[in-house]
């Protein structure tokens, strides 16, 4: 059975409402059911954010996580935040380029740390640290390939940016071939 949860939390603006679309897209085009539940902090940009994704080949109960099985944290005060909620085991996967990866549990969870900003840097646009991070995402989860993720960009990205799919693919790539699991 294929089942992944997963909280993704960073700053407004650091694109975590894109992973989340993304992520549901991809999962509805590889035969999954999905939910996706974004939520907003106070500000859209700068303030945090956080969204919930579901994907599962079997019907899902509820979209409410409250023991994360996986979690993208993006930023400082989102580790603060959701690190103790994930699930024994679970799937940490933090960008290092932000989070100090040493104050993330090893013993009781598996966590995946990806130089997220740093590489999107090397790539030509900053702001693909989300794809960057996504693509750590499925290397530790396995849940989607990354074939499914690029397919999916053409709905998640506005039209008149679809000549920047090529390098999201390739950020996510980077993302899933560089990310280290300590």
Not at 41 to 52: D, H, I, L, Y
Not at 102 to 115: E, H, P, Y
Not at 121 to 147: C, H, P, Q, S
Request: aromatic content about 6%.
């Amino acid at each position: 059975m294929a089942y992944i949860d997963t909280i993704i939390a960073g700053f407004g603006g650091q694109g975590v409402m894109l992973i989340g679309n993304l992520l549901a897209y991809a999962g509805m085009h590889a035969g999954l059911n999905v939910t996706y539940i974004p939520v907003y902090g106070p500000e859209m940009r700068g303030g945090t954010s956080n969204c919930t994704v579901v994907l599962s080949d079997d019907e899902i109960g509820s979209p409410l996580i409250p023991c994360p099985k996986s979690l993208i944290i993006m930023n400082p005060p989102s580790l603060d935040k959701f690190q103790s909620q994930l699930e024994e085991n679970g799937h940490l996967i933090v960008n290092s380029s932000l989070v100090d990866a040493s104050k993330c549990d090893t013993k009781r969870f598996n966590v995946w740390t990806i130089d997220a900003n740093a590489i999107a840097d090397r790539l030509g646009n900053t702001r693909m640290a989300n794809m960057v991070a996504l693509g750590a995402f499925l290397k530790a989860t396995g849940i989607l390939t990354i074939e499914d993720a690029s397919k999916a960009l053409e709905f998640v990205i506005s039209a008149r940016y679809h000549n920047l799919i090529p390098a999201n693919t390739v950020a996510i790539e980077a993302g899933f071939n560089e990310a280290v699991k300590l």
